[in-house]
């Protein structure tokens, strides 16, 4: 059986906690300026604050600030007057880019016959257009939409979004089923042969499409950038969504193809109901005698 480390035996015991109680109240504006001293600086330390995240969520006052931290955008050290300028900063080099690109266009468009074309495709490609949209309805000004989500899909780039991460992200929830769920992972290498890996736009999107509503996909997503309950929990809730489907598969013998259409269906998700149970299957593995390429991947 897998050694448990007293935190991975703590993580264990919150994710088991989360899904057998009603989830507490959000992190509300009270609650959050709680956790800063006179000075700005954060009193209560990131992985406290990340735990309260995967356990409560954010209230949406707070969300903006709150994802400044967990992308990157702030230093978790900072006080308040560093964040000020950190702010004026990237205002001051995202307008600067802006104007970079202003010069220099012209001259692309003149040295490449399809840079207009291409520049309209580069947001569409994988949908990061759907994305962007996200972030510009979570903050206020350009240069923020434009900061957050360039260091988002900077700590997403092993996990979700960039393909080199995806298809690791697949391997992996092979792997898993094979492990978890023998049974079903013999119907998916044979009929269902080819459908795992064609879920690669739940990666890719970081399960955008998947939710009723925009606070569940943010919900997700602030969770996914806690790193909370373990690494790389994107491959456990993908595992979590396709056991919603594991009993139509195989009760109808389902081929790659219909199994895809299945999942497909999967709208309209409520994100605290998915997260509680990829974090029961986050503790049944910790549970259990772990193979390497797993217990490396998760623990």
Same mark, same amino acid.
């Given at each position: 059986?897998?050694?448990?480390?007293?935190? @991975?035996?703590?993580?264990?015991? !919150?994710?088991?906690?989360?899904?057998?109680?009603?989830?507490? $109240?959000?992190?509300?504006?009270?609650?959050?300026?709680?956790?800063?001293?006179?000075?700005?600086?954060?009193?209560?330390?990131?992985?406290?604050?990340?735990? @309260?995240?995967?356990?409560?969520?954010?209230? $949406?006052?707070?969300?903006?600030?709150? +994802?400044?931290?967990?992308?990157?955008?702030?230093?978790?050290?900072?006080?308040?007057?560093?964040?000020?300028?950190?702010?004026?900063?990237?205002?001051?080099?995202?307008?600067?880019?802006?104007? %970079?690109?202003?010069?220099?266009?012209? &001259?692309?468009?003149?040295?490449?016959?399809?840079?207009?074309?291409?520049? @309209?495709?580069?947001?569409?490609?994988?949908?990061?257009?759907?994305?962007?949209?996200?972030?510009?309805? %979570?903050?206020?000004?350009?240069?923020?939409?434009? +900061?957050?989500?360039?260091?988002?899909l900077q700590k997403m780039?092993?996990?979700?979004?960039i393909n080199i991460g995806?298809?690791?992200?697949?391997?992996?929830?092979?792997?898993?089923?094979?492990? &978890?769920? $023998?049974?079903?992972?013999?119907?998916?290498?044979?009929?269902?042969?080819?459908?795992?890996?064609?879920?690669?736009? +739940?990666?890719?999107?970081?399960?955008?499409?998947?939710?009723?509503?925009?606070?569940?996909?943010?919900?997700?997503?602030?969770?996914?950038?806690?790193?909370? $309950?373990?690494?790389?929990? !994107?491959?456990?809730?993908?595992?979590?969504?396709?056991?919603?489907?594991?009993?139509?598969?195989?009760?109808?013998?389902?081929?790659?193809?219909?199994?895809?259409?299945?999942?497909?269906?999967?709208?309209?998700?409520?994100?605290?109901? &998915?997260?509680?149970?990829?974090?029961?299957?986050?503790?049944?593995?910790?549970?259990?005698?772990?193979?390497r390429p797993l217990k490396?991947?998760?623990?």
């Amino acid at each position: 059986m897998t050694t448990l480390s007293p935190e @991975n035996s703590l993580s264990a015991r !919150q994710s088991a906690s989360f899904i057998l109680v009603k989830r507490k $109240p959000s992190i509300d504006k009270t609650e959050w300026d709680g956790f800063f001293d006179e000075n700005g600086h954060l009193a209560k330390s990131r992985d406290f604050i990340c735990v @309260n995240i995967l356990e409560r969520g954010l209230h $949406p006052l707070v969300r903006t600030e709150a +994802w400044k931290f967990l992308t990157g955008y702030y230093s978790w050290q900072s006080s308040q007057d560093e964040r000020l300028t950190v702010d004026s900063t990237r205002r001051k080099n995202y307008e600067a880019l802006c104007q %970079m690109y202003q010069k220099i266009e012209p &001259l692309l468009e003149n040295l490449h016959q399809n840079f207009i074309e291409t520049r @309209n495709n580069i947001k569409y490609q994988q949908g990061f257009h759907e994305m962007v949209m996200l972030f510009q309805l %979570m903050v206020e000004h350009d240069h923020e939409t434009f +900061w957050l989500f360039q260091f988002f899909l900077q700590k997403m780039e092993h996990s979700c979004v960039i393909n080199i991460g995806v298809g690791k992200n697949l391997d992996m929830l092979n792997n898993l089923i094979t492990f &978890l769920d $023998p049974v079903f992972a013999e119907h998916l290498q044979g009929k269902g042969a080819g459908a795992v890996q064609s879920l690669f736009p +739940w990666f890719c999107l970081c399960f955008q499409r998947a939710f009723k509503s925009f606070d569940d996909v943010w919900r997700l997503w602030e969770v996914l950038l806690t790193g909370k $309950p373990c690494r790389n929990f !994107q491959v456990l809730v993908a595992y979590s969504m396709l056991q919603m489907v594991r009993e139509q598969v195989l009760r109808e013998s389902m081929s790659g193809d219909n199994i895809l259409l299945a999942c497909n269906k999967l709208i309209d998700l409520d994100a605290d109901e &998915l997260i509680s149970a990829a974090c029961v299957v986050y503790a049944e593995l910790l549970q259990k005698e772990v193979p390497r390429p797993l217990k490396d991947f998760f623990l």
